[in-house]
Structures are given as structure tokens and as C-alpha cells.
């Protein structure tokens, strides 16, 4: 399971079984509508702030990198 993006109510995750769905923002666990998969929201969010921190960086570098190489 992993958050694809989120908006005023909260976020929208896609579950293995591709299917997405709305996971409210004080939800303590994300639960699957179609297939019943459970997880916990702190894991998934976590996940997702990790990889969005990771594209900045990213993003950073090959500005920097552009930047250095005129
Ligand atoms: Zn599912």
C-alpha cells in the first residue's frame, strides 16, 4: 500500500490490488475496501514522506549539478 497523493481530506492510497481509496487524515490504520488489507497509516505515510524527501534531494542535486557545469 502506498499514498499516491493527498488533498483537504486526507490521503488517497492505492492498495496492492489496485484499488485507490480515501484514507482520512486521523485514521489510525489504512483499510482496503476491495480486498480487506490492513495497514498502519504512520508506516504508509512514512514511506511516502521518505520517498517525496528523497526526490527533492534529487531535484537539488541536478540543479546544483546543472548549475556547476555551465
Ligand atoms: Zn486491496
Do not use: H
Request: hydrophobic share 35%; glycine share 8%.
Amino acid at each position: 500500500m502506498k499514498i499516491v497523493k493527498t488533498d483537504r481530506s486526507g490521503y488517497i492510497v492505492e492498495c496492492g490490488c489496485n484499488r485507490e481509496f480515501q484514507g482520512g487524515r486521523m485514521r489510525l490504520t489504512f483499510e482496503c475496501p476491495r480486498c480487506g488489507r490492513a495497514a498502519y497509516a504512520a508506516e504508509i505515510i512514512g514511506d511516502w514522506l521518505l520517498e517525496r524527501r528523497s526526490a527533492e534531494v534529487s531535484l537539488t542535486y541536478l540543479r546544483q549539478a546543472a548549475s556547476t557545469s555551465v
